[in-house]
């Protein structure tokens, strides 16, 4: 089992729809990603939390909103969505941000979005 | 600021074959830089990383990279291919003082029997 888990692996939803994305680390981090990952494309940074608060928002669309109510849970809920925003979405947690540079970071195994 | 360069998204190998894979990074700082392999329908696992020390890596199933910090680069290798090793492997680069994860392009690996 990997320390990092993501539900649901797959999800389809239309344009107006509402749906989160949850995430759960069992390794005792402190910072939480979320990654995109489309294809032919480098894994993009979304966000970032370092101990529940939200170091990095790498200029992503309001239409994408994270919340990180511990450091255990990380969610992305989404709304109003776009065609363009089906891709596989990634978590991942590291010890922390700071202190730790060489820290490596560890993946759920993603969630499929496919925005129709 | 750090980037990553992986040369050529696709190579294929027969079985038992070397298995070359290509990183190049720009960073003002020597970085730690760190290969990730992805299975189909997984997240990313870590293969190995180098952050100081010895510039010869061995990571878990068979891979090594060696750091060459003269030609910046990370190249990943595997003496012999085997079926199982066909994935995407993923190249990234921290610079010491950031905490921002710079990943490459990728690149697929075929096994051929």
């Known amino acids: 089992e990997t320390g990092v888990t993501q539900t649901p692996r797959h999800l389809v939803m239309g344009m107006t729809n509402k749906k989160s994305l949850k995430c759960e680390q069992h390794?005792?981090?402190?910072?939480m990603y979320w990654y995109k990952q489309s294809a032919k494309k480098p894994l993009e940074l979304m966000f970032v939390?370092?101990?529940?608060?939200?170091?990095e928002n790498n200029s992503v669309p309001s239409r994408f909103s994270p919340e990180c109510p511990n450091s255990s849970h990380l969610f992305l809920h989404l709304h109003t969505l776009q065609p363009e925003d089906s891709a596989l979405y990634l978590c991942?947690?590291?010890?922390?941000?700071?202190?730790?540079?060489?820290?490596?970071?560890?993946f759920g195994n993603g969630t499929r979005l496919t925005v129709t | 600021a750090q980037s990553v360069t992986q040369l050529g998204s696709h190579v294929s190998v027969s079985e038992g074959a070397l298995v070359l894979l290509r990183c190049n990074y720009s960073?003002?700082?020597?970085?730690?830089l760190f290969w990730y392999v992805q299975y189909p329908n997984q997240g990313l696992q870590l293969l190995l990383k180098y952050t100081t020390g010895a510039t010869l890596v061995k990571g878990i199933n068979g891979f090594e990279a060696e750091f060459k910090k003269s030609e910046t680069s990370f190249h990943l290798t595997k003496p012999s291919a085997h079926m199982s090793d066909a994935a995407e492997y993923f190249c990234a680069v921290r610079e010491p003082l950031d905490y921002k994860l710079s990943f490459g392009a990728g690149t697929t690996v075929t096994v051929r029997a």
């Open positions: 390794l005792g981090h402190n910072a």
């Open positions: 939390y370092n101990f529940k608060e939200q170091t």
């Open positions: 960073s003002s700082v020597p970085p730690y």
């Open positions: 991942a947690s590291s010890l922390g941000l700071s202190g730790t540079p060489n820290s490596p970071l560890h």
